[in-house]
């Protein structure tokens, strides 16, 4: 899960970054204002990388994605690329999960010594 997590993660960190310097060409947005938020969630996107497997990290994740969804209320394109960084943020939870178990599955095979387990030497 922490590999599909946190390269979504950076991706976000990337598109955040992008969407401050369309935020800078309103008018009725300070530079300072636009890069100190800007600055903010890119700095808790790549935090995020770390936090993905311990308690609540996850949540947080959902969090950002939340944020980003409403910071098209100031770049209307980040609607809609929340809601595709939500989506690809769901993904990587869901299937990031199961191939978390799957792997747990096999090596508690391999440790119990099944003849199911596929000699990798």
């Known amino acids: 899960m922490r590999t599909l997590c946190s390269s979504t993660l ?4 990337f598109v955040i970054g992008f969407a401050g310097l369309v935020a800078m060409k309103d008018a009725d947005l300070s530079t300072a204002t636009v890069w100190t938020v800007c600055g903010i969630a890119m700095f808790f ?3 995020l990388c770390g936090m ?3 308690p609540g990290g996850v949540a ?18 980040m609607f809609f690329l929340g809601v595709l960084f939500a989506a690809l943020w769901w993904a990587s939870v869901h ?9 747990a599955r096999f090596a508690a095979q391999a440790a119990a010594g099944s003849p199911d387990t596929v000699d990798a030497a």
């Open 45 to 47: 996107s790549v935090l």
């Open 52 to 54: 993905v497997t311990r």
């Open 95 to 103: 299937f990031g999960r199961k191939v978390d178990e799957a792997k």
């Open 10 to 13: 950076i991706g976000e960190f």
């Open 60 to 77: 947080l994740g959902w969090a950002l994605q939340i944020a980003l969804v409403a910071s098209g209320f100031f770049v209307p394109i």
